[in-house]
């Protein structure tokens, strides 16, 4: 099979020829710069620079030599812009190793820190020295009044937070005609030249959102306080989603596979909110704009990075139409593999949970990590429904031979080498 092949047979509930394998195909599947360098070098590959792609989380593109070396089958749709010496600029990683970042990011020393900036310079997120990575510190809607708002103005709001203001690769392209252009041209392009399943990365939160906005206290109590005015939130957000989704699927549509959407709705010991809670700010939401997607993208199938013990709600999940699920947060509350693959293995792909990220990887030898990811793997790929990916990124202190080691035992858990 081709890489595509084996994701797509997999995400059928069939069984592919190896199991396949996501490594930086999304925001929460990749590694943190600093262990890449460590990584290139162990592998012996000397040629490329550090491209950081994510400012925020400092996560590495991921080089074709790299994704070979590992088997993975998976590319982000932004490997298809972002291609010229001069889309990027220098910049030195916090343990002193020089990479390059995005030439559109606006980011400012100030004495020991550095801060990320919006484009009309406000300060959006810190990076304090000694951190390995950036924190939201502007939340442009904090002061403002929430019970009686109409939402009118949300969108003006976007570009001042951190995660919808700082754009990755792609996502740094207005969605007029002429961006529009360019990612038909860019997605047409990166189609034809990789036998590599495609996802893009749409993004959609519908309680992620308000928490930048807002900041995640004042939104935590406005759910309980004005159940009425989230519910008008949430409206607007997706009448907002729903006019970018036209135009970004009409443009990309025809040269993905998968379509990335995110939403944290948990945490380690259970949801963030009650079931009732979730039917009744965001289950109807998710539910128009996956319609959405297979009504203009009928191949397409919908993605949600969600992190933390979610168990209670991906049966609504499933029923709001949802394809696939990453990361597969198997530490937490109610997320024992055995127990999710039992209970939604025919009817959901787990994209994830292959191997813990907590303990496991960082802190095992590599022996324990292989031994962990061959009980993974042979509890989620039995009958398909399963891409391999660890749990989240890989941190910056993961040492790359327990990357390695885990590469190996997905590959040795189907007779692939690599």
């Not at 699927?249 to 025809?254: D, K, M």
């Not at 079931?275 to 965001?282: D, E, F, I, L, N």
């Not at 709001?320 to 127990?339: E, F, K």
Request: glycine share 8%.
């Amino acid at each position: 099979m081709t890489s595509r092949e084996r994701v797509l047979t997999a995400i059928q509930h069939r069984q592919p020829d190896f199991v396949p394998v996501d490594f930086g195909a999304h925001r929460s599947s990749g590694i943190a710069a600093i262990a890449y360098a460590r990584l290139k070098k162990y592998l012996g590959i000397h040629s490329g620079d550090i491209y950081v792609y994510d400012m925020v989380q400092q996560l590495a593109i991921v080089e074709t030599p790299v994704l070979d070396a590992v088997g993975a089958d998976v590319v982000e749709l932004g490997r298809a812009f972002m291609l010229n010496a001069d889309d990027w600029k220098p910049w030195v990683l916090p343990d002193g190793t020089p990479c390059k970042i995005p030439a559109y990011i606006n980011v400012d020393k100030r004495g020991e820190d550095s801060f990320l900036l919006s484009n009309d310079g406000v300060p959006l997120a810190i990076q304090k020295k000694g951190c390995l990575y950036f924190e939201q510190i502007h939340f442009p809607l904090m002061d403002r009044s929430f019970e009686d708002d109409d939402f009118a103005d949300l969108e003006k709001a976007f570009p001042y937070t951190m995660w919808t203001g700082i754009p990755v690769p792609g996502g740094h392209i207005p969605l007029t005609d002429d961006g529009l252009k360019r990612l038909a041209e860019g997605a047409k392009a990166l189609r034809e030249n990789t036998d590599r399943a495609i996802l893009g990365i749409f993004g959609g939160n519908l309680f992620e959102v308000p928490q930048f906005l807002f900041r995640i206290d004042l939104y935590l109590e406005y759910m309980a306080a004005y159940p009425e005015a989230c519910v008008r939130l949430s409206e607007k957000l997706t009448e907002i989603y729903l006019a970018r989704m036209e135009k970004w699927l009409g443009a990309v549509g025809p040269y993905i596979d998968f379509m990335l959407f995110g939403d944290d709705l948990g945490c380690q010991t259970g949801p963030l909110m009650s079931t009732a809670m979730y039917r009744k700010y965001y289950k109807p939401y998710h539910a128009r704009m996956w319609r959405r997607v297979k009504e203009l993208a009928p191949h397409v199938k919908t993605h949600l990075h969600c992190c933390g013990g979610i168990e209670p709600l991906l049966d609504d999940l499933i029923d709001a139409g949802l394809d696939m699920l990453n990361p597969v947060q198997i530490s937490c509350v109610g997320m024992a593999p055995q127990h999710l693959k039992d209970r939604f293995g025919d009817r959901f792909t787990f994209w994830g949970g292959g191997c813990d990220t907590r303990t496991v990887l960082p802190r095992g030898t590599p022996a324990e990590v292989r031994e962990h990811v061959l009980k993974q793997t042979g509890i989620f790929n039995r009958c398909g429904g399963f891409v391999f990916q660890q749990v989240h990124n890989i941190m910056a202190d993961v040492p790359p031979e327990n990357i390695m080691a885990m590469f190996r035992a997905v590959a040795e858990s189907g007779g692939r080498k690599i």
